[in-house]
């Protein structure tokens, strides 16, 4: 029952402080109902069966319309760069959909991918102070540890991996783990910059989305956070905006995250993420790491005879065509056409393969502007002194759970995923409150 109860507080409690406070918290419980996921869970028959998500957006739509005049203040969506390859990429999409060779599949990738770029444009709208703007990345790692608690109350149920807790976008264990990375990332943030009793709730969501890394054993992921944790300690200790004794205090904080860390891990973790070494040989049994390699090399060789892609899972369709014939993807040793499409596990290659170049050259702008914005961000914040430190380094945060989610969807394919959009929102939305405002609302809207 604390499933439901959690779920029917959220919600209720969203839509109420949406329409009483700011429409901030109708996208504060739109991101907490992509974690919570109510048709994927056991509980589901315990609340009424709505389309929960489709009806908190359509809430977003109302509110926007009712404050329109107050968001549409300095918040030009089409002048924000990320978002407007958003938009591309999402027309390019539609494009596509004159020459899929999977014409039903990408026609609902389509609709998924025109939603949530409707979604992001509220979103947008709604995060225009940087209070709000903190709103919404608790919202991400609350998220995120409801999703680590369900990891934790299931536990291994398919050999050494959690099955079975997918979002409401990816249903498999490696998209599970690559969701929660960058909210660890957040995690260590807000440990950082938060005082007394209010680390103790980053702290538990910490733990708990370690725990659920570990459960559901994923290299990928455990790549990515190792990355941006890494980058983001690393900063922390070098950089020239700091406060007092702060490299004493990283290297006790991360002698501490190393012990827990440690201490989570178990043999099937550990044996796990050691094989990543170990994977140099093509299996001609199962896939591997370096199986993935010729997947890799098969779409470069596709995109040469499709510039423009082939629409979602062009992949799949053109697999027997490009993966070598003697290379066999499955124990059985079925060679037909059918067993022998896979998809191309990594995002880069899934964009190349789907929209082709144009659509990767517009996913690699929308990547590079959004750090491009972190990095104005930071600069001014650079300027300003030791009293926006706090600041400086969310934004810092927001840059490392992005890398962090980028090393992650190196090795499946991620291309609409939702957090993906997010860490760029934030980035798109920490230039348009830090830079283009004025230094005056930083204290204020703190």
């Known amino acids: 029952m604390l499933n439901v109860l959690l779920f029917f507080l959220t919600y209720a409690g969203g839509i109420t402080q949406g329409f009483r406070i700011a429409p901030i918290f109708l996208l504060v419980t739109y991101q907490a109902i992509y974690f919570f996921n109510p048709p994927g869970r056991w509980w589901f028959s315990l609340v009424p069966n709505l389309s929960y998500s489709f009806y908190t957006v359509a809430l977003m739509g109302v509110l926007y319309l009712m404050n329109k005049k107050s968001l549409d203040d300095r918040s030009n969506f089409f002048g924000s760069v990320p978002m407007r390859c958003l938009v591309i990429l999402v027309s390019l999409y539609y494009l596509a959909s004159f020459y899929a060779v999977s014409p039903i599949t990408h026609s609902v990738y389509l609709e998924a991918y025109w939603k949530m770029a409707l979604t992001m444009f509220f979103a947008f709208k709604f995060i225009n102070s940087i209070k709000f703007l903190d709103y919404s990345i608790i919202a991400y790692v609350y998220g995120a540890w409801y999703l680590s608690f369900v990891a934790y109350q299931t536990g291994r149920n398919s050999g050494n991996r959690v099955e079975g807790i997918g979002t409401v976008d990816t249903p498999d264990s490696n998209g599970v783990a690559s969701a929660l990375v960058p909210a660890m990332v957040f995690s260590v943030y807000y440990i950082w910059v938060c005082k007394g009793w209010r680390k103790l709730p980053f702290l538990i969501a910490a733990a708990f989305i370690a725990n659920a890394l570990v459960l559901i054993n994923s290299r990928g992921a455990f790549l990515g956070a190792f990355v941006g944790l890494l980058i983001f300690m690393g900063h922390l200790f070098f950089t020239s905006v700091k406060?007092?004794?702060?490299?004493?205090?990283?290297?006790?904080?991360?002698?501490?995250?190393?012990?827990?860390?440690?201490?989570?891990?178990?043999?099937?973790?550990?044996?796990?993420?050691?094989?990543?070494?170990?994977?140099?040989?093509?299996?001609?049994?199962?896939?591997?790491?370096?199986?993935?390699?010729?997947?890799?090399?098969?779409?470069?060789?596709?995109?040469?005879?499709?510039?423009?892609?082939?629409?979602?899972?062009?992949?799949?369709?053109?697999?027997?065509?490009?993966?070598?014939?003697?290379?066999?993807?499955?124990?059985?040793?079925?060679?037909?056409?059918?067993?022998?499409?896979?998809?191309?596990?990594?995002?880069?290659?899934?964009?190349?393969?789907?929209?082709?170049?144009?659509?990767?050259?517009?996913?690699?702008?929308?990547?590079?502007?959004?750090?491009?914005?972190?990095?104005?961000?930071?600069?001014?914040?650079?300027?300003?002194?030791?009293?926006?430190t706090e600041h400086y380094y969310k934004i810092l945060a927001i840059e490392c759970a992005l890398i962090s989610f980028m090393v992650s969807m190196s090795f499946i394919n991620r291309m609409r995923a939702e957090v993906l959009q997010w860490c760029i929102l934030f980035c798109a939305c920490s230039y348009k409150l830090y830079v283009l405002r004025k230094n005056e609302h930083i204290n204020s809207d703190s």
Do not use: C
């Open 243 to 388: 406060q007092k004794a702060q490299k004493a205090k990283v290297i006790a904080i991360g002698m501490i995250g190393l012990v827990a860390a440690i201490s989570v891990m178990d043999d099937s973790f550990k044996e796990r993420i050691f094989s990543i070494a170990e994977e140099s040989e093509v299996s001609t049994e199962k896939e591997t790491g370096a199986t993935r390699t010729i997947f890799w090399k098969a779409a470069v060789e596709m995109s040469f005879d499709y510039p423009f892609g082939q629409g979602g899972k062009g992949f799949n369709y053109h697999a027997p065509d490009y993966i070598p014939a003697d290379v066999v993807i499955n124990s059985t040793g079925d060679m037909s056409r059918a067993a022998r499409k896979k998809t191309v596990h990594s995002t880069w290659f899934e964009v190349l393969t789907e929209v082709g170049y144009p659509g990767l050259i517009t996913f690699l702008t929308m990547l590079y502007y959004s750090f491009k914005y972190t990095s104005r961000a930071k600069e001014k914040l650079r300027k300003i002194g030791k009293r926006v």
